[in-house]
């Protein structure tokens, strides 16, 4: 091929990452932002990362939507944003397969899609962000076999006992950090004697954990696939006069929450699951201007404890 030709072919594709990066309205990109609740401080604190990264660029302007814990509305709310033809959806879905038509929908018309922290099914979207929830979940069996091993009576021959309060298990999190977990713990003297699905809901663990004490008279650690649910666990143990003979972990890490648990000692180690906010703008904005982005990024967590929670933790193994 000769100079002229290369010349030409690197003018087409300069021209068509131009036609690209034109938002469809005029003005300002127009980013759609389905969340599915904002009931957890978690998910708020998702949302002020996506908004305090925005700010940063006038060039585009987030909507945000709140599906308030409802998959059915939320998967109205991403079709309203496909039918007015946003220029990039970010989508942080409640369940996977329910979720998954209308993100498929919107990246077929030609909508790049963000999928943010819980996964759809297949790969009709454009990117997943998300940290590695096995890998967190195997991070936090590891960390509750080694410190079960301690106590007197695991040393002496006796098995630990494990509740585990799981998030929703139709959301893939969930069944990640189940997985995880269970595959560190497997042919330990370690039993799960009670499982629920807490819907990663605070009242509903701290209801289950009502029920895990009423049949348990000995229990030596919960396993919490979120720090709502650790506290709801802590706050039913304690009603109970139980919370000093058990162990509490949890995850997600969040300044404001579990990190303050751990300082406050309520929770021996809370697992970080980072909300990848920002993230989620940075590849926006790649995006738009018609650059290729990897189809996942995978964040990395630290995990805290009252050794390390002042020093900002340690990065997972
Ligand atoms: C908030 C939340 C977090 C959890 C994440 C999992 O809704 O339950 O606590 O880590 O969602 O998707």
Redesign the pocket.
């Known amino acids: 091929m000769n100079k002229a030709i290369l010349a030409l072919l690197a003018l087409a594709v300069v021209s068509v990452s131009e036609a690209q990066a034109a938002p469809k309205h005029g003005g300002r990109w127009t980013i759609g932002m389905s969340q599915c609740?904002l009931g957890?401080p978690?998910?708020v604190q998702m949302n002020a990362d996506i908004r305090k990264a925005a700010e940063a660029h006038s060039e585009i302007e987030i909507i945000f939507k709140d599906a308030q814990n409802d998959t059915l509305r939320q998967r109205a709310q991403i079709e309203e944003f496909t039918d007015a033809d946003v220029d990039l959806l970010i989508v942080s879905p409640k369940e996977a397969a329910p979720l998954t038509p209308p993100v498929a929908a919107a990246f077929r018309r030609g909508i790049p899609v963000v999928v943010l922290?819980?996964k759809v099914l297949g790969d009709d979207f454009t990117q997943f962000i998300g940290a590695d929830n096995r890998r967190i979940g195997r991070a936090a069996g590891e960390w509750a076999v080694r410190r079960l091993l301690s106590l007197p009576r695991v040393k002496a021959g006796g098995r630990a006992r494990i509740v585990e309060l799981t998030?929703l298990m139709t959301?893939t999190?969930g069944q990640d950090r189940l997985a995880g977990f269970h595959a560190a713990v497997q042919g330990q003297p370690v039993d799960i004697v009670f499982s629920a699905d807490t819907q990663?809901l605070e009242p509903r663990a701290r209801e289950e954990m009502e029920s895990a004490l009423a049949v348990n008279p000995s229990i030596d650690l919960v396993y919490a696939h979120?720090d709502?649910a650790a506290h709801g666990a802590y706050l039913a143990a304690r009603a109970a006069g139980r919370e000093g003979d058990i162990i509490f972990v949890g995850?997600?890490g969040l300044p404001q929450e579990g990190r303050v648990y751990v300082r406050q000692g309520l929770l021996e180690a809370s697992f970080e699951?980072p909300t990848g906010g920002r993230e989620a703008v940075d590849s926006a904005l790649r995006i738009l201007r018609g650059e290729a982005v990897p189809k996942q990024v995978t964040l990395n967590s630290r995990f805290f404890t009252r050794d390390n929670v002042d020093g900002g933790g340690l990065w997972l193994p």
């Open positions: 609740n957890e978690w998910r922290d819980r998030g959301s999190p990663w979120n709502p995850i997600d699951y």
